[in-house]
C-alpha cells in the first residue's frame, strides 16, 4: 500500500521508507547519464526532496521533458541519499506526470527581487522566501490562540462591518450598497437611512469598541481578525487591510496592560524561534544578518518604559537631524520612534502619557487633565507595534471628552451604558501582526509578509 508523506513528516525519519507517495511541484532537475535527479518541494517545508530516477523506469522518455514548475506525483522509497548535501532521498518506482508548466512559468531558477515578486503574488508563495514566510505567519497565529488560552483568556468575533470609528482618524472604507445617483437628504448630505444598514456603515479600523463591552462581561478577551484603514499612506509599515491582534482586560491599568504586551512579543519571538527554526534561518543567513542578535536581545531585554514626555526631550536634546520637526504636543514620526529604540535605547521601549490632543477619545485621563493612560510599544526596525491605553471607565469624563471630540452620545449609547452598568478599570493594546513578522523575519517591507497587500492604487490579485 502506498502512504502519502508530506516532505517535512520524511526529514524527521530515522529509518528508510518503503511505498511511499510523494506530491510536490519541480524545483529543479538534472539529467545525468543514465539518471535523472529532480528537486521536489510540496511547500510542507523549506527542504525539497531529491527525486532519483533511475533510466529503466517506464516513461523515462517523458519525465526527461518535465520541467520547473510541474507538478508531479512521486512513488518509491525512501533511501539515505548517496550523494552529499541531504540525508535522505527517494528513489523513484514511478512518476505519474500531474501537469506540465511551460517555459513561460516565471519562476526559473534565478532570484528575483521582492519588487519583482510582488508583480506575480500568486505564485511568489512558491519560492523559498515566500514559501518561509507564510509558513511562519501559519504557525504565528497558532501561537497567537495559544498565548491567550494559556492564559484563560477569551477569543471573540467581532464584527467587520460596523457604525462606529474607534480611533476617530476618519480614515474609513465606506460599505454601502448605494449606487448613483446617491438619494440625498434636505441637508444636501448622502441619505444613509436609504443604504443597506439604514445608517453609514464602513470596514472597521479596529475591533476594541466590541472587545471592551466584552471584556467587561467575560473578563480577559482578545480579538485577532483583518482591519482595514484608508490612509493615503505609501510607507513600507502601512498597508489597507491588516490583521490586528487586540487583547482587552477587565480590572487592569496601564502598567498592566504593558505588562501583558511585553510577554505577548517575548513569547512570540521565543515560539517563532523555537519551532521554525529551518524557515526562521533563511532570513537570517539571506535577507537580515543581525536577526538572531536583534530576536535575542528584545527577548532578553526589559523594555524601556518612558513618558512621552521625557521621550520628546530626548528627541530635542538629541543631535540627530529628523526630517519632521517635533515639539510637545506633536505626534511622534516613524524616525523618532526609530531613534529612540534603534539608536538611543538600543532595545524595545513603551512611551506612555501621551497628550490627550492627540490619542482618541477612549483613553483615561490622567490626573494632570493634559495626559491619557496611552501605551505605545516602539521595537527595532520597525517603530510602532503595539498600541494601546487604559479606558476610560468614568461617565461623566468620557462624556465630556466625547462631545469635545464631535462625537455624537446618541450613536455611542451602547458603548455608555457600559460605564453606566457596573463599569470597571480596564486596558487593552492593538498590535499589528504584519508589523511583528516584520520584526520577526527581517523583512523590511509589509507588503511581502502578507499574501496579497492592498495599497493604494493596488487591489491585485
Ligand atoms: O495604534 P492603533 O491605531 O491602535 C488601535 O487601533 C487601538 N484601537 C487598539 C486597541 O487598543 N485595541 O493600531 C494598533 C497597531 C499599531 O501599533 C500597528 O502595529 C498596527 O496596529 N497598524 C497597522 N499595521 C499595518 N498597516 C496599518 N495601516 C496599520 N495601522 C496600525
Ligand atoms: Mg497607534
Redesign the pocket.
Known amino acids: 500500500m502506498m502512504k502519502r508523506k508530506k516532505i517535512a513528516e520524511l526529514l524527521k525519519t530515522t529509518a528508510p521508507i518503503d511505498n511511499i507517495l510523494l506530491k510536490g511541484w519541480i524545483r529543479t532537475k538534472r539529467d545525468s547519464k543514465n539518471f535523472s535527479f529532480i528537486e521536489v518541494n510540496d511547500g510542507s517545508c523549506l527542504k525539497n526532496m531529491q527525486i532519483v530516477v533511475d533510466e529503466i523506469i517506464s516513461d523515462y522518455v517523458e519525465i526527461k521533458k518535465l520541467t520547473t514548475g510541474s507538478a508531479v506525483a512521486v512513488s518509491g522509497s525512501l533511501v539515505p541519499s548517496q550523494g552529499g548535501g541531504q540525508q535522505w532521498e527517494v528513489r523513484a518506482a514511478k512518476i505519474d506526470i500531474i501537469s506540465i508548466a511551460p517555459e513561460t512559468f516565471p519562476l526559473q531558477k534565478k532570484r528575483h527581487t521582492d519588487e519583482y515578486l510582488r508583480t506575480i503574488a500568486h505564485l511568489r508563495p512558491r519560492t523559498n522566501k515566500y514559501g518561509a514566510i507564510f509558513r511562519i505567519r501559519s504557525e504565528l497565529s497558532w501561537a497567537v490562540h495559544q498565548f491567550f488560552r494559556d492564559r484563560g483568556f477569551r477569543y471573540i468575533h467581532t464584527p467587520v462591518i460596523t457604525g462606529s470609528d474607534?480611533?476617530g482618524a476618519g480614515e474609513l472604507f465606506r460599505v454601502t450598497t448605494l449606487n448613483p445617483p446617491m438619494p440625498m437628504n434636505s441637508n444636501g448630505k448622502i441619505d444613509f437611512s436609504k443604504d443597506f444598514f439604514g445608517a453609514e456603515s464602513n470596514l472597521t479600523?479596529?475591533g476594541?469598541l466590541s472587545?471592551e463591552m466584552f471584556a467587561l462581561s467575560l473578563g480577559d478577551v482578545y480579538t485577532f481578525g483583518p482591519t482595514f484603514?484608508a490612509?493615503n499612506s505609501n510607507t513600507s509599515?502601512?498597508?489597507a487591510e491588516?490583521w490586528?491582534i487586540?487583547p482587552?482586560m477587565a480590572f487592569c491599568d496601564l502598567a498592566g496592560n504593558m505588562d501583558l504586551g511585553e510577554a505577548l512579543i517575548k513569547n512570540l519571538i521565543r515560539f517563532a524561534i523555537d519551532t521554525c527554526a529551518d524557515d526562521l534561518n533563511l532570513f537570517a543567513r539571506f535577507v537580515d544578518k543581525t536577526l538572531e542578535k536583534t530576536l535575542e536581545n528584545i527577548i532578553s531585554s526589559d523594555f524601556f518604559r518612558i513618558p512621552y514626555k521625557d521621550a520628546i526631550d530626548i528627541l530635542l536634546g538629541s543631535k540627530e537631524s529628523f526630517e519632521f520637526n517635533l515639539s510637545y504636543g506633536t505626534d511622534l514620526q516613524s524616525e523618532h520612534e526609530r531613534y529612540l529604540t534603534e539608536k538611543y535605547f538600543k532595545k524595545p521601549i513603551i512611551i506612555y502619557d501621551y497628550p490627550k490632543t492627540i490619542k482618541p477619545f477612549y483613553m483615561r485621563l490622567n490626573d494632570d487633565g493634559e495626559t491619557v493612560g496611552a501605551m505605545?510599544i516602539l521595537v527595532p526596525r520597525i517603530g510602532?507595534?503595539?498600541?494601546?491605553?487604559q479606558r476610560e471607565e468614568r461617565l461623566d469624563v468620557l462624556e465630556k471628552r466625547m462631545v469635545g471630540g464631535g462625537l455624537s452620545k446618541e450613536s455611542y449609547w451602547w458603548y455608555l451604558d457600559s460605564r453606566r452598568y457596573g463599569t470597571v478599570p480596564h486596558s487593552?493594546?492593538?498590535?499589528?501582526f504584519?508589523?511583528l513578522l516584520m520584526l520577526i523575519t527581517g523583512v523590511s517591507n509589509?507588503r511581502d509578509v502578507i499574501p496579497f497587500p492592498r495599497t493604494p492604487g493596488n487591489i491585485d490579485f
Open positions: 474607534c480611533e479600523v479596529s476594541q472587545a484603514r490612509e509599515r502601512h498597508v491588516f490586528m487586540e482587552e505605545d510602532e507595534l503595539i498600541g494601546g491605553s487593552g493594546f492593538g498590535l499589528g504584519e508589523r509589509i
